[in-house]
Structure formats: C-alpha cells, structure tokens
C-alpha cells in the first residue's frame, strides 16, 4: 500500500505539529527523526510519512542535500505519491534562506512544473492576504518575529522573502480566487504562466479545503501544518490499524524552554509563578562547563515529581536576547544553548525522566536527538499544532511546542495528559 504523503519538515515542531493535524483527520502518522538510513526498508502502514530535519538554518546546499535524501528515500521506500515540504506558518528562514533551493531542487529531481506554498496556518491565526503574512491580524514583521534570535523576519511579503532564493518567476492565487472554490483555484493554476512558486492567500480553514481540493494531484507542495490537515481531511484513512497511543505508566517529566518566542516568553512566566525553575546560566553554556548539565539534572530530579514538572528554560525577552547575542555572538550564543539542553536531556533520560515537554524547534530538534529517539506515533492535540508523540520503542512521551504555538497556560495544559 503506498503512502498518501511524503513530508520532508525542517525542524522537529514543524513535523509534530503536521503529523497532529493530519492524524487528527483519521490518518495513520509515522514520524521519523532525521533521515532514514537509505536502504532502510518501509513495511510498515501508514498515509502520511514524515521525515524530521533539523534544517532551517542549515545553509543552502546542506538544506537540500538532507531534502533530497528524504524524497529520495521516501519515494523508493514508500512510493509517496505526494511530497511535502513543511517549513514554519511564519515562513522562517534565514536571509540567505533555504526554502527556495529546497524547492527548487524538488521541482528539478521530481519533474513538478511548479510547487504551492501555503503557509498558513489559520487554526493558529497565520494567514495570508495578497501575499502578505499575517499572525493574529499583524503583519509577520510586527508580530515579534522580527526579533527571532536564529531568523528574524524582516518582511511579510512572502514573494520579496522569497525571492531573493530562487531565480524562478513567483506567482500567486489571491483570496478572492480561492474563495471561489476549487475549480476557480484549479483555472489559476492552470494559467500561472511560467511562474513555479504559487503562494497561496487563504484566510480561513474553509479556504485551506478548497486549496487542498484543488492541488490533491499535485505532485509537490510546500507549506505549513494547515494544508496537509487538509489535505488529510480529504481522503479516508487506507489503513486498517491504528496505532496505540499511551503515557508512560509512571510520569516523570521535564520542561526544557529553549524558544525565545514572545508567546513561550509569557508561557514561563506564567508556569514560574507556580512550579519549579531554574534559568539557564549562558555564560556556563558557553563556557562549555560539563558539570553545569550534572548540576542542572540533580537539581531537576529533587523536585517532587508528584508535582508540577520543574522547568529549566533559556527563553529571554528580545533586548536581554540582544544583550547575550551581542556579548557572545548570535551563534555561539544559541549553539552553547542547545548544546546545554542536548547533554541535560540526555542525563535526565538515564536518570529516569520518560515525559519531556519541549518549547522551540530547534530545542525540540537538539532534544530529540540527544535522546536518540527512534520512530513516533501522534497522540491527541494539546493545543492545535502541539500533539503528544510517543516513542514506540520506549516509555517516552514527547510533547514538542512550536514557539509561538499554545496559549500563556500551555505547560499546565501539557500535564493534563489527554487520553
Ligand atoms: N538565552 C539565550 N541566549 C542565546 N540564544 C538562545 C537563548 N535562549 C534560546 N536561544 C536559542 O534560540 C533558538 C531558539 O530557537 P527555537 O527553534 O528553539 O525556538 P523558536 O524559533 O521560538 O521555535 P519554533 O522554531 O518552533 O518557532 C535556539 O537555537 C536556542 O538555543
Ligand atoms: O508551522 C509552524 O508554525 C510550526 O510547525 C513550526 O514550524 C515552528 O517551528
């Protein structure tokens, strides 16, 4: 049985965050961290497949290098009659960025005559009006996410981020086209010329079933969580069992917040107030001071785990970001971060820890694969975007929280533990 969707997704929330909505619509969801080895045989079932990078910083060629292994992997090994490039619902990429050589590299290798991209992600109040990126009615470069420490987004048109990364022409389909229906949307396409970059308006969760209905051929399509959602939402399940989702028996969790977002920034502050904390020294991060990760987990373990589950988080606001960045540099800074977090993980797992709620992707990435985590199956949403993950061949919980993603009480909302 061949797989609906291939999903190449360039950070680990981003993937977690598609598998959420498209298992949510009855699909069957294997998530996979990292690229598979590449004579790693498929014989499992499942309609969507999707592959976590750690790619959205990467530089150009490295970015489609890693692309081009999972769609190569993925159609050998699955025959997905769909390829999916998932990048973030605020087109996140750094100013040399990697969404159009990936792309571009996907049309040349898969012979698509153009890709879709549709980013948002209305759900979580992404939206796109006239090529312009909203979040929450603001326009992407006013919405705090100018002030993202690895890809600060300095524009919301998304042709002019764009179009410094590609040397092919970039079309669009405005709302009014979508808004009437599948078939006007399906004309459009048809007459883009030669323009290979479509990028989608849409406003709402109906405009992402039109847009879903009129590319459910297309070979290749880019974007955020919203479409594969409905894209899922489209076509049953063909499978014929679902996967068991279940908590470990005894919980014993962490949170690690590593996104500086401006909505992770209020969800600490809100959980500090009632939990347990400890905020990351940089400078020990930086100085790469191996018995800083011991002290952090000591501390972690002594908390009452009957308890709220203690946090240890990186997440500053921007000027006191700003002042870190420039104290150490922009990359060291957040590479002595993750590095701090990867090694933590790693001792809390040996100690015990089975239940990890991580907030940013490249925290989540780092995370993922300090614990070495092998495959995941998708459990209920906690917020739309944020589903738990479960390691099937291990007691491990994984909820990994896009940055911006959630409301300010998302981390008491984690240890709800739906079922
Ligand atoms: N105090 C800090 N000083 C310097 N860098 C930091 C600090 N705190 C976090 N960082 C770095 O900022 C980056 C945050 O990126 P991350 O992807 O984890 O969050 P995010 O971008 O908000 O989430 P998402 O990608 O899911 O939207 C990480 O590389 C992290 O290490
Ligand atoms: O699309 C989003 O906003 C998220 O899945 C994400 O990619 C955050 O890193």
Not at 59 to 67: I, M, N, S, V
Not at 150 to 166: C, E, S, V
Request: proline share 6%.
């Amino acid at each position: 049985m061949s797989v609906k969707i291939g999903v190449i997704a360039d950070d680990f929330t981003g993937a977690t965050d598609i598998a959420g909505f498209m298992s949510e619509q009855g699909w069957r969801v294997a998530l996979l961290p990292g690229l598979p080895d590449a004579d790693r045989p498929w014989t499992d079932d499942a309609d969507a497949v999707v592959i976590s990078l750690k790619s959205r910083s990467l530089p150009a060629q490295q970015a489609t290098e890693q692309a081009l292994a999972c769609y190569r992997w993925l159609k050998r090994q699955t025959d997905a009659r769909q390829i999916y490039v998932k990048y973030c619902s605020t087109f996140d990429s750094t100013p040399r960025g990697n969404i159009g050589p990936v792309c571009d590299a996907l049309m040349t290798v898969s012979g698509a005559p153009f890709i879709a991209h549709c980013p948002a992600l209305p759900q979580n109040g992404r939206t796109v009006v006239h090529g312009h990126l909203f979040v929450n009615g603001v326009l992407l470069n006013q919405s705090g996410m100018e002030n993202h420490p690895l890809n600060p987004m300095q524009d919301a048109r998304i042709t002019a981020l764009l179009a410094p990364q590609t040397a092919r022409r970039i079309g669009g389909i405005d709302l009014a086209t979508v808004q009437r229906g599948e078939e006007a949307v399906a004309q459009a396409l048809r007459a883009r010329g030669d323009a290979q970059h479509i990028i989608m308006d849409t406003l709402t969760p109906a405009d992402l079933l039109i847009i879903a209905a009129a590319l459910r051929d297309a070979p290749l399509l880019a974007g955020g969580s919203g479409l594969g959602g409905a894209l899922a939402a489209l076509t049953p399940s063909s499978c014929t069992a679902r996967h068991a989702f279940a908590f470990p028996a005894q919980k014993r969790a962490v949170v690690l917040s590593g996104s500086c977002s401006s909505m992770t920034n209020r969800q600490v502050n809100a959980y500090k107030v009632h939990a347990p904390w400890q905020a990351l020294t940089i400078a020990r991060c930086v100085n790469d001071d191996e018995d800083y990760a011991d002290t952090l987990a000591e501390w972690v373990m002594a908390q009452d785990a009957a308890g709220l589950a203690p946090l240890v988080y990186a997440t500053l606001p921007p000027q006191e970001l700003a002042r870190i960045q420039q104290q150490y540099g922009e990359q060291a800074a957040s590479e002595a971060v993750e590095r701090m977090f990867a090694r933590l993980a790693a001792r809390l797992l040996a100690r015990g820890v089975n239940t990890f709620i991580v907030a940013g992707g490249e925290t989540s990435g780092t995370v993922v694969e300090a614990l070495r985590v092998k495959r995941l199956i998708v459990g209920k949403p906690i917020v739309p975007g944020v589903p738990w993950v479960r390691e099937t061949e291990r007691d491990l919980a994984l909820a990994l929280k896009s940055g911006n993603f959630g409301d300010e009480d998302f981390f008491f909302r984690a240890q709800e533990y739906p079922l």
